[in-house]
């Protein structure tokens, strides 16, 4: 009779850690992620505006690249530093307006699809205008301690404004 209980007991235990979390809680953690890769590419775009470039890097896995149709790819983020530096060098003026279109969230990657406009002051018209703008896949992966870090980034021009 003992081990039958005993038997009883271990079955009900086992049933009981394998139940399948409910949807409301998926949900949550779902929506809990999406707000966390939200900010992870608003905080990116805000921290390149206001010429942080350190906190901006900081949000990029160590191995990320990137690749845009009309500029080298991007190995590293010590190769992204570099970059953002002679952006701000080039284009001290210059302000990214990104909008988040879809985020996707797969497992440990998120998917995020944007588009996004590079903006400088008109000297006519003394007010922001877009001088390049472009639609962007960011893969973003998820770390140990539930942040989020942009992975990869395949960018391709929509619209530039040629000068000449």
């Known amino acids: 009779m003992r081990y039958l209980l005993l038997i ?22 779902k929506s809990l992620d999406e707000k966390y890769v939200r900010e992870t590419i608003e905080n990116y775009t805000a921290s390149y505006n206001s010429n942080d470039i350190e906190k901006a890097v900081s949000l990029f896995e160590q191995d990320y690249k990137g690749t845009t149709g009309d500029a080298e790819d991007v190995v590293g983020v010590e190769a992204l530093r570099n970059d953002l530096i002679q952006y701000r060098r080039q284009y001290p003026e210059g302000k990214w307006q990104i909008n988040i279109n879809e985020i996707n969230i797969s497992g440990e990657l998120a998917y995020v699809f944007t588009t996004g406009s590079f903006l400088m002051v008109d000297p006519i018209e003394n007010k922001m205008n877009p001088v390049y703008s472009e639609r962007t896949i960011k893969i973003l992966k998820k770390q140990k301690n539930d942040g989020w870090k942009i992975y990869r980034s395949l960018a ?9």
Do not use: I, M, Q, R
């Open 156 to 164: 391709a021009p929509t619209f530039t404004y040629d000068k000449n």
């Open 8 to 29: 009883l007991a271990a079955g009900f235990f086992l049933s009981s850690c394998t139940k399948e979390v409910p949807e409301t809680e998926k949900k949550l953690v």
